[in-house]
């Protein structure tokens, strides 16, 4: 549970921050996070590289979201 838990914990923690967080402040949770997986992942990642794609997929997704919710944006991304 401890090799898998935390990403995971931190991959469903930062759907939930994003999906229910409506201002600013939920891409930046949603970017400690995913730091949080991603350094994990780099911990565990000496013998476990698969673990390293969810992680940089999560932080690409914080930014996507931070990118879509600034507030000089007047309409939402495309898609």
């Known amino acids: 549970m401890a090799l898998f838990g935390v990403p995971l914990l931190c991959a469903a923690g930062a759907l939930w921050t994003d999906r229910a967080g409506r201002g600013t402040a ?3 949770l949603a970017g400690v996070l995913a730091a949080v997986s991603l350094g ?3 911990i565990v990642a000496l013998g476990f590289a698969q673990l390293l794609l969810p ?15 600034r507030p000089d944006r007047t309409a939402p991304l495309a898609g």
């Open 55 to 69: 992680s940089l997929l999560m932080v690409t997704a914080t930014f996507v979201s931070w990118a879509d919710r």
């Open 26 to 28: 939920a891409p930046v």
């Open 40 to 42: 994990w992942s780099l």
